[in-house]
């Protein structure tokens, strides 16, 4: 059983559409990461909430922490090619160990 | 370069014979960390250290065996390796656990067990 399950696990949309990725848990974490992944490669931080209700840019992606800390959300706005990734989030609990998401798969069709 | 260094990125091997993958960062991290990451099953944590001579299970350590002897070195073994511990690898790290900050990935080995 994952701790962290994001929907959806792959997203086909047209360059310029907006989207949003969500991961869910039932267990509260201290905080939460975000990361892209390429192909061949290793995950790469995003972007990191810590607060409930903390809200985060980064250009085009917007990241929420949900209030009871069991949540977050990736909004992508204006989708580009470039933005195709695997996404991952992840989870911090007591201060050591990381829980990854199932991973959303991004492509943004030219 | 800053950077978690992964060996060997490709291994096909047949089961039961010992292997061993190895991780070296160059950052001065105290905290390190494997994975393992399957199809639909996102990145899931076998072993993690908090620094030198100190390890901890992750979710899924069954079948592996780690150490950390030195600072910069966190090998990953797998002593009897079997068909279901094909899979793709990461090793990271992290300045220090407990904290907020982000985790650097190697690139990944791929293991295949015949």
């Known amino acids: 059983t994952q701790l962290l399950e994001q929907s959806p696990q792959f997203l086909s949309i047209q360059e310029g559409e907006n989207l949003t990725v969500y991961c869910n848990s039932s267990?509260?974490?201290?905080?939460l990461q975000w990361y892209r992944q390429e192909p061949g490669e290793g995950p790469v931080l995003l972007v990191t909430?810590?607060?409930?209700?903390e809200v985060k840019k980064l250009k085009r992606l917007t990241f929420q922490f949900g209030d009871a800390r069991k949540d977050s959300s990736l909004h992508i706005t204006a989708a580009q090619p470039g933005d195709t990734g695997l996404y991952l989030c992840?989870?911090?609990?007591?201060?050591?160990?990381?829980?990854f998401g199932t991973g959303t798969s991004l492509t943004v069709i030219p | 370069e800053a950077q978690v260094t992964q060996n060997p990125r490709y291994l096909i091997t047949v089961t039961g014979k010992k292997l061993t993958v190895t991780c070296s960062q160059n950052?001065?991290?105290?905290?390190m960390s494997w994975y393992r990451q399957d199809p639909g099953l996102g990145l899931r944590q076998i072993y993690y250290?908090?620094?030198?001579?100190?390890?901890d299970k992750g979710d899924v350590p069954e079948g592996y065996k780690v150490s950390r002897k030195e600072k910069r070195n966190f090998p990953l073994i797998l002593e009897s390796p079997s068909p279901n511990q094909t899979s793709l690898y990461f090793c990271?790290?992290?300045?220090?656990?407990?904290?907020?900050?982000?985790?650097?990935f190697g690139d990944g080995t791929r293991l295949s067990i015949l």
């Open positions: 992840a989870g911090v609990r007591a201060g050591n160990q990381f829980y």
């Open positions: 990271a790290s992290t300045p220090v656990g407990g904290t907020n900050q982000p985790q650097h």
């Open positions: 267990s509260v974490f201290s905080s």
């Open positions: 950052m001065n991290h105290e905290y």
């Open positions: 909430v810590v607060t409930g209700g």
């Open positions: 250290s908090m620094n030198v001579e100190v390890t």
